[in-house]
């Protein structure tokens, strides 16, 4: 009599599992995605501290170098070189601007943002630039070691941004995992 209880309670138990589990199935909905619309998007080189003599550190010149590359992909696209921290009479966007005209780069596609001392004021000073520019969103181009407190940053101050660009430094684990995020977030609503 026992085992039979135990059975039947079993069943009851199975029967009621999947009347909920279907219940449940019914009535979830997919999450809403939004599009990302890449027509004209602002691309935001963050600055990296200038050398005492006001001469650009390799990294700063990598971040530059990544924009121009990405910025070939998206001729009608601004440029907006955010940094101030002048050192030696020069602040980062300024540096950053010197450099993308000396590789060629028209100056009427940059937008020099030179008083932000941090990632939030980059992020607080660059997402106005991009909205009165017109931009559709915002392609961050910085370090892998720096993404997600940029993407952070700029998602705080209102920013729409679509993608973040990074090369490889620090830790090679981060490494593998920010390329593969990188790689994917065109693609996916990864933000």
Do not use: C
Request: avoid cysteine.
């Amino acid at each position: 009599m026992r085992r039979q209880w135990k059975t039947m309670l079993g069943a009851v138990i199975v029967a009621v599992a999947a009347v909920l589990a279907d219940v449940g199935v019914a009535s979830a909905q997919p999450p809403i995605v939004a599009a990302k619309d890449f027509s004209k998007p602002a691309i935001v080189i963050l600055g990296y501290g200038l050398i005492d003599n006001g001469t650009m550190r390799p990294v700063l010149r990598r971040r530059v170098l990544t924009g121009l590359t990405v910025a070939q992909f998206f001729p009608q696209s601004p440029i907006i070189v955010t940094g101030g921290n002048p050192r030696g009479g020069n602040t980062e966007a300024g540096q950053m601007r010197k450099m993308l005209m000396m590789l060629g780069f028209p100056d009427n596609r940059i937008i020099v943002e030179d008083k932000a001392n941090s990632t939030v004021q980059n992020a607080r000073f660059s997402v106005p630039l991009a909205k009165k520019a017109g931009a559709s969103g915002i392609i961050l181009v910085t370090s892998s070691t720096h993404q997600d407190r940029a993407d952070g940053n700029f998602a705080d101050a209102g920013g729409n941004v679509l993608a973040t660009v990074s090369y490889p430094d620090g830790n090679p684990s981060v490494n593998v995992a920010q390329f593969a995020r990188d790689a994917m977030s065109p693609f996916l609503n990864i933000t």
